[in-house]
């Protein structure tokens, strides 16, 4: 049975990975498993007779004997589900992409791969909209009326990004919409880590075949969980990232050409913006940075 790696070292690999999918290295290859268990032994091995922890330190002009070698260069156990992370999907070799959200969608099936499933879900709210946006916004996780309507932002939040897409020029249906967890937390909690790194490999796929422009990520848990990394609203917003979605294999000759990833912005999600509306004009902010980005212009209203 493959070991579950420690998550800090499960980030920490996924991002070396991403570093070489990024340099268009794909194909990787485990040692066989050691006939002395293959524990990590990286500067350091399990000393046989006393069962202590000691140090190889090699004398100068010492060769290191096969026994050594063996100790100290020991396989690192690793997660099958990292390598799985970055083979081929099966819809990248769809060019339709209607039918390569069907796919995802089909894959996703009746999912229980975390608690949301079991605590008071009515449905999966998959994502909506336009599969070939130029334009992607990315929220936390859907309310009660999302799990009631199977739709993402229908609600009042819903209602706010509205606006605030029509007031870049744009209709809601010309965009792309999702959320890191495609089911409810109970009471509109704030989704754990661990079900939104369960649940965002789905909504990676999604990116990679709707193929936006930009994405802007409402809220910090969105902008956490794109980027990987942990910092502050404040921190986030005020500029581009450059963004490929994780454990995707893109830029591959099988794949799109075209398509290499895109720019992602960050700014408040409109439910926070119900809750403190002095904030909508930083939020403009943001949204005139990616109106710029697309060639966008405001309605005559808006200026
Ligand atoms: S939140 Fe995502 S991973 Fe969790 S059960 Fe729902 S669809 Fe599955």
């Given at each position: 049975?493959?070991?579950?790696?420690?998550?800090?070292?499960?980030?920490?690999?996924?991002?070396?990975?991403?570093?070489?999918?990024?340099?268009?290295?794909?194909?990787?290859?485990?040692?066989?498993?050691?006939?002395?268990?293959?524990?990590?032994?990286?500067?350091?091995?399990?000393?046989?007779?006393?069962?202590?922890?000691?140090?190889?330190?090699?004398?100068?002009?010492?060769?290191?004997?096969?026994r050594k070698a063996a100790a100290v260069v020991r396989p690192v156990p690793v997660d099958e589900n990292i390598f799985e992370a970055i083979a081929l999907k099966p819809?990248?070799?769809?060019?339709?992409?209607?039918?390569?959200?069907?796919?995802?969608?089909?894959?996703?099936?009746?999912?229980?791969?975390?608690?949301?499933?079991?605590?008071?879900?009515?449905?999966?709210?998959?994502?909506?909209?336009?599969?070939?946006?130029?334009?992607?916004?990315?929220?936390?996780?859907?309310?009660?009326?999302?799990?009631?309507?199977?739709?993402?932002?229908?609600?009042?939040?819903?209602?706010?990004?509205?606006?605030?897409?029509?007031?870049?020029?744009?209709?809601?249906?010309?965009?792309?919409?999702?959320?890191?967890?495609?089911?409810?937390?109970?009471?509109?909690?704030?989704?754990?880590?661990?079900?939104?790194?369960?649940?965002?490999?789905?909504?990676?796929?999604?990116?990679?075949?709707?193929?936006?422009?930009?994405?802007?990520?409402?809220?910090?848990?969105?902008?956490?969980?794109?980027?990987?990394?942990?910092?502050?609203?404040?921190?986030?917003?005020?500029?581009?990232?450059?963004?490929?979605?994780?454990?995707?294999?893109?830029?591959?000759?099988?794949?799109?050409?075209?398509?290499?990833?895109?720019?992602?912005?960050?700014?408040?999600?409109?439910?926070?913006?119900?809750?403190?509306?002095?904030?909508?004009?930083?939020?403009?902010?943001?949204?005139?940075?990616?109106?710029?980005?697309?060639?966008?212009?405001?309605?005559?209203?808006?200026?």
């Open positions: 049975m493959p070991r579950t790696l420690d998550p800090e070292l499960r980030r920490a690999l996924a991002a070396r990975i991403r570093y070489y999918n990024e340099m268009g290295i794909y194909d990787f290859y485990r040692r066989p498993p050691s006939h002395s268990g293959g524990e990590v032994a990286a500067a350091g091995a399990v000393d046989e007779q006393s069962g202590s922890f000691a140090e190889h330190t090699l004398e100068p002009g010492e060769e290191m004997s096969p819809e990248q070799s769809v060019s339709d992409p209607v039918k390569a959200l069907k796919i995802i969608r089909e894959d996703l099936g009746d999912c229980t791969r975390c608690v949301l499933h079991k605590q008071g879900r009515k449905q999966i709210v998959f994502g909506v909209g336009n599969p070939k946006a130029e334009l992607m916004f990315v929220g936390e996780g859907p309310g009660a009326d999302e799990d009631a309507q199977g739709e993402p932002f229908v609600g009042r939040a819903g209602q706010l990004l509205n606006n605030m897409i029509k007031a870049m020029g744009i209709e809601r249906e010309q965009v792309y919409i999702a959320n890191i967890v495609k089911c409810r937390p109970p009471g509109n909690r704030t989704p754990e880590r661990e079900e939104c790194e369960t649940c965002s490999p789905f909504l990676m796929r999604q990116i990679a075949v709707v193929k936006p422009k930009v994405v802007v990520a409402l809220g910090a848990v969105a902008a956490k969980t794109l980027l990987a990394m942990s910092a502050s609203m404040m921190q986030l917003r005020g500029r581009f990232y450059e963004f490929r979605p994780t454990g995707i294999r893109i830029n591959d000759r099988s794949n799109d050409p075209h398509w290499d990833g895109c720019k992602l912005a960050v700014t408040y999600h409109p439910a926070f913006l119900l809750r403190d509306p002095r904030q909508k004009g930083e939020a403009w902010k943001d949204l005139q940075m990616v109106m710029k980005e697309l060639g966008l212009k405001a309605p005559k209203s808006n200026t």
